[in-house]
């Protein structure tokens, strides 16, 4: 009898000491968790909200691919991800009939579409909360963007804090006359790309209100074309940029190589 007690004794002791510890391990796999969803890295998408551009109304929006592709890398990547647009209202997607595409199909029949449809006003958005910013092209950008006084103080503000700004086809016009604190144009010596004027002579020169490249090199872009619609994106510094929709998927991959380096 009394081994039997003594035998019960240990298996007590023991039970309750056990207890203790998986309780620390719920309580560090709960702090684990937290920490994991305090570092997960934030995205905002600024889109244009123009679905006309030119003399002649051509439709337009962002373009498919441009949205979908760094869409499907930062989602990958596991980051989260939202979406601003200069007024709040719906934005517009250009270029539908390039569906087929496996990340462009996954954007349209997933969250992507839902999420950019109910895109938040830009001057609601506290932008300091993110790491990067990115905007994406289409002929949209070009009737909204070039002189949005908002955006050009978000780009500004991202860029001189260390967040990653980057930008892809027509959507480097949001880096237009954007001056940093020192009283600089954000682009001056810059190595940057867009769309290039030769590949705009060949797409839309009738109903782009001027030629990007030419414009961001007037003030003092550094300018690095490819061959026309081939892809080619540039990281400088915090800086990403685009040449063309082929170029969407490059840009992304270079803003999360940023994103992910070690903090200096």
Same mark, same amino acid.
């Given at each position: 009898?009394?081994?039997?007690?003594?035998?019960?004794?240990?298996?007590?002791?023991?039970?309750a000491?056990a207890?203790?510890?998986? =309780?620390?391990?719920?309580?560090?796999?709960?702090?684990?968790?937290k920490? +994991?969803?305090? #570092?997960?890295? $934030?995205?905002?998408?600024?889109?244009?909200?123009?679905?006309? @551009?030119?003399?002649?109304?051509? $439709?337009?929006?962002s373009?498919l691919? =441009?949205?979908?592709?760094?869409?499907? =890398?930062?989602?990958? !990547?596991?980051?989260?991800?939202?979406?601003?647009?200069?007024?709040?209202?719906?934005?517009?997607?250009?270029?539908?009939?390039?569906?087929?595409?496996?990340?462009?199909?996954?954007?349209?029949? %997933?969250?992507?579409? =839902?999420?950019? /449809?109910? !895109?938040?006003?830009?001057?609601?958005?506290?932008?300091?909360?993110?790491?990067?910013?990115?905007?994406? %092209?289409?002929?949209?950008?070009?009737?909204?963007?070039?002189?949005?006084?908002?955006?050009?103080? &978000? @780009?500004?503000?991202?860029?001189?804090?260390?967040?990653?700004?980057?930008?892809v086809?027509? %959507?480097?016009v949001?880096?237009?006359? &954007?001056?940093?604190?020192?009283?600089?144009?954000l682009?001056?010596?810059?190595? @940057?790309?867009?769309?290039?004027? +030769?590949?705009?002579?060949?797409?839309?020169?009738?109903?782009?209100?001027?030629?990007?490249?030419?414009a961001?090199?007037? /003030?003092?872009?550094?300018?690095?074309?490819?061959?026309?619609?081939?892809?080619?994106?540039?990281?400088?510094?915090?800086?990403?940029?685009?040449?063309?929709?082929?170029?969407?998927?490059g840009?992304? +991959?270079? #803003?999360?190589?940023?994103?992910?380096?070690?903090?200096?």
């Amino acid at each position: 009898m009394k081994k039997i007690m003594i035998l019960t004794m240990a298996l007590s002791f023991f039970a309750a000491s056990a207890q203790p510890k998986k =309780e620390n391990k719920v309580s560090e796999e709960k702090t684990n968790h937290k920490n +994991e969803t305090k #570092m997960k890295k $934030r995205i905002l998408i600024i889109v244009s909200n123009a679905n006309t @551009i030119g003399p002649n109304n051509r $439709r337009t929006g962002s373009f498919l691919p =441009e949205v979908a592709h760094p869409y499907a =890398e930062f989602d990958r !990547a596991n980051y989260q991800i939202d979406f601003a647009s200069l007024t709040g209202d719906t934005p517009y997607l250009d270029a539908l009939n390039l569906a087929g595409d496996p990340d462009n199909l996954a954007f349209l029949t %997933g969250k992507g579409w =839902e999420t950019m /449809q109910k !895109a938040v006003k830009l001057s609601n958005v506290d932008v300091s909360t993110y790491d990067a910013v990115f905007v994406p %092209g289409g002929l949209a950008p070009m009737v909204d963007m070039p002189e949005n006084a908002l955006l050009k103080k &978000v @780009i500004k503000e991202t860029y001189e804090r260390n967040g990653v700004v980057g930008a892809v086809c027509h %959507g480097p016009v949001s880096l237009l006359n &954007v001056k940093l604190s020192d009283g600089s144009y954000l682009v001056n010596g810059k190595n @940057i790309t867009s769309f290039t004027d +030769e590949e705009e002579k060949g797409y839309a020169i009738a109903d782009v209100p001027f030629l990007l490249e030419s414009a961001l090199t007037k /003030q003092g872009a550094k300018f690095h074309a490819a061959a026309v619609w081939s892809a080619h994106s540039i990281a400088d510094g915090n800086l990403v940029t685009g040449q063309n929709p082929a170029s969407a998927k490059g840009v992304a +991959e270079k #803003m999360i190589v940023i994103l992910e380096a070690p903090k200096k």
